[in-house]
């Protein structure tokens, strides 16, 4: 779910949101999702990498310390 606003969006593209930027991939690889009762792919997400996690970090401590 992507929620924006008043609403809320469903992608059907698995992305991930980093200082407040939607991206529709990551630079890293993609991890699979699956149904632990039979292993059934559910969705692949995308995975972040250090330089994404870091950046991810840093947005989250901007707006902390900015009162966000």
């Given amino acids: 779910k992507i929620l924006g606003g008043n609403e809320e969006k469903r992608s059907s593209e698995p992305c991930l949101i980093n ?15 699956q149904r632990p009762h ?3 792919l ?3 997400v995308p995975e972040a990498t250090r330089s994404e996690v870091s ?6 401590r901007l707006s902390f ?4």
């Fill in 55 to 60: 950046n991810a970090i840093a947005a989250a």
């Fill in 42 to 44: 559910v969705l692949g």
């Fill in 19 to 33: 200082g407040g930027k939607l991206r529709l991939d990551g630079d890293g690889d993609n991890k699979e999702i």
């Fill in 65 to 68: 310390d900015s009162g966000l």
């Fill in 38 to 40: 039979d292993e059934a």
